[in-house]
């Protein structure tokens, strides 16, 4: 390796590492207002009914003990892709809290899209992990384009299922990262 590469991979490297620790040091996962909490729900509201029409992730709602929806991820990538969204966390059907994504991909990649994403929770010490930070997704929206996408498949592993739905957008990746994820109690 050159020294000029291992210079840039430090750089792209540092990169990652601050605009990660920036997002994740950010406002709290929970709306502000109670118009913010309108809009959430009403965000994740559509966002479960498209999750719910799929036979796929449909499948999920029936026997996972919680699951939590983000509406709107938004990446965008050169390089170095960064990632963020919101979202809500259920248990049995009721609100329990409130959820916010980052993540940071480091590869070959360029562009941006939104993409909603579900996460079900196969029992109750899935969701401790994830309500107590100790739980990393690695789910990617991979390479999708337009809004015929489509749901990514995935299954339990972990006590965990995730599923991705492009929203808009086209992005090209071939990148290397994990999502971080934060909760907050309602």
Known sequence: MTMHAARSL???SLLAATVL???CSSSSPAPATEGQRLDSANASSSALDGFRRDPKAGKFFDTAYGWAVFPKITKGAVGLGVASGSGEVYVGGSLIGYAKVTSVTIGAQIGG???SEIIFFENRFALDKFKNNQFTGSASAGAVAGESGGLNMADYSHGVAI???NNSGLIVAADVGGQKFEYESK
Request: hydrophobic share 65%.
């Open 10 to 12: 430090v750089f792209v």
């Open 21 to 23: 620790a920036m997002a």
């Open 113 to 115: 899209q939104t993409f």
């Open 163 to 165: 599923f991705t739905r």
